[in-house]
């Protein structure tokens, strides 16, 4: 069947099938010299570590089985074009930013974006337009932008070339985003989405769809994520009405945000991750999702912990399952519980810990153990009720950045007590991490919500992406304030 045929790993194949004698890098010469540590684990991997030789094609100016195999993910994909990412998802949004958008061209994002969306916005030197997303009532979380928001922000500012969206949230849940797209197409705005949890969505039911299906016109996935593939392997997807002069600026784009020296291991999983998820017929993905319900009914039996059952008006994948403390531990401590008994989640926060399950049926046998030994342990806790905990969160409603980027790169700064910030307009992301999205941004004023989420994210464990404790904060002197 044609879903069978992988490009790019035949022709690695087929190489090494010489026998070939390596005058050339990587240093490890085709697996000959590593560490002995390392080497009987990393034997069978190191044939596929190449570099672009005769036959392997260049991932910057492919012609043979890179094209191929990225063909093959865009015909999978719906997509015009399709090109493999070795940096991540960030480097697909470095480049969709910087391609998509001229300096001082105003774009609208939604707030709680990944940080590498706020960092690209910053090296394109385009000026964000902040959209609050809504929240789930239920668990707090941030669930999308509603098309309200995105009337009121394309009301207050008319010039906003383009719409940035995150879909779906780390947790899997989104709304429905096709009015949202569809209003800012008829308005012809770019519309990009980091659709980093969304690369298995091609399978269509029971997974949402993908926005590249309903009308967005450059879209970026971590295949790593959700697909059998490497870490940092990711997708670009570019639509097929999108304009030809932009998808050129996002292909330079990404020959200066990528490595000159990609990695075959990656492009190679990116292939075989397509193929993969191409294979999956709907029995097998039928029995995968009854194993997760399995796990699910399990988890359901402890009374300390609540499986989340999203709103059935919003989209959610069923490979990840959010599940919400009930007692007073945090969803920080829970995960802990967790781990001790040899289950490790994606992530916690201060209520919620989130299991990711995989494209593939796995031996339930020792999770449903631990699970077991995890309900007897968490026995001793007194469930609370749900009144008696609040979620930090920050109302920011529409807005615009106080400062720009370059004004605050040569602003005077100086760091404050965290308690003393209030008013001040920040100079640097605070960042908790996973899921890697900032509770303030650099030009953002600091107020007392953001104060309250980031002192109360510290009180339940919360882990931040910076070099000192989270004491202080660093801001603009107050007399470049207004500049």
């Known amino acids: 069947m044609d879903w069978q045929k992988t490009p790019l790993i035949e022709a690695i194949k087929h190489y ?12 490890h010469k085709n697996g000959l010299f590593f560490h002995d540590e390392m080497y009987e684990d990393f034997k069978g991997a190191l044939p596929y570590d190449v570099t672009e030789l005769a036959g392997l094609d260049d991932l910057h100016a492919p012609t043979g089985p ?29 480049a969709m930013i910087y391609g998509c958008f001229e300096r001082g061209d105003q774009v609208l994002v939604q707030r709680n974006s990944h940080k590498s969306v706020f960092h690209a916005m910053e090296i394109a030197g385009v000026t964000p337009i902040l959209l609050a997303p809504e929240y789930d009532p239920v668990t707090t979380l941030p669930i999308g932008v509603n098309t309200e928001t995105f009337e009121d922000a394309i009301t207050r500012f008319p010039e906003a070339k383009g719409l940035l969206l995150t879909y779906p949230n780390y947790y899997g849940t989104s709304l429905d985003l096709k009015p949202l797209i569809m209003e800012a197409k008829q308005r012809n705005m770019l519309v990009l989405v980091d659709e980093a949890h969304g690369a298995h969505y ?23 994520k959700m697909l059998p593939a490497l870490t940092m392997s990711s997708f670009l997807h570019i639509s097929e009405k999108l304009n030809g002069d932009i998808e050129h600026k996002i292909k330079e784009a990404l020959a200066m945000f990528q490595s000159s020296s990609p990695s075959y291991l990656l492009m190679a999983s990116l292939d075989g991750a397509r193929s993969y998820a191409e294979s999956l017929t709907k029995a097998e993905i039928d029995v995968i999702l009854a194993g997760i319900d399995v796990v699910k009914k399990e988890l359901s039996k402890i009374k300390q912990i609540e ?9 959610s994948d069923p490979l990840k399952v959010t599940i919400r403390t009930t007692t007073k531990l945090t969803g920080f401590e829970l995960q802990d519980i967790f781990i001790k008994h040899n289950l490790y989640p994606e992530l916690a926060d201060d209520k919620h810990v989130l299991f990711i399950f995989g494209l593939g049926e796995v031996d339930l046998e020792l999770p449903i153990q631990a699970i077991h030994s995890v309900g ?14 609040e979620s930090p969160r920050v109302n920011i409603g529409v807005k615009k950045f106080e400062l720009s980027s370059l004004a605050i790169r040569k602003a005077k700064k100086r760091r404050v007590l965290l308690n003393e910030a209030v008013g001040f307009i920040s100079a640097e992301s605070i960042i908790p991490y996973p899921p890697g999205i900032p509770v303030v941004l650099p030009g953002e ?21 910076l070099e000192h404790d989270l004491k202080d904060v660093l801001v603009i002197d107050s007399e470049d304030d207004n500049e």
């Open 16 to 27: 090494t099938r010489r026998n070939p004698v390596s005058f050339h890098v990587p240093g």
């Open 66 to 94: 890179i094209l191929e195999a990225q063909r093959k993910a865009a015909e999978l994909y719906g997509a015009k074009r399709t090109f493999f990412l070795v940096g991540g998802t960030t480097v697909g949004n470095l």
């Open 202 to 224: 091609c399978l269509g039911d029971p997974f949402p769809y993908s926005t590249l299906d309903v009308g967005a016109d450059v879209v970026v996935q971590s295949a790593h």
């Open 307 to 315: 499986v989340v059952n999203w709103n059935v008006w919003y989209l």
């Open 376 to 389: 007897k342990l968490l026995q001793a806790y007194d469930v609370v009720n749900d009144t008696e905990r």
């Open 445 to 465: 004023r600091i107020d007392k919500r953001i104060i309250e989420e980031i002192e109360k994210l510290i009180a339940v464990g919360a882990k931040f992406q």
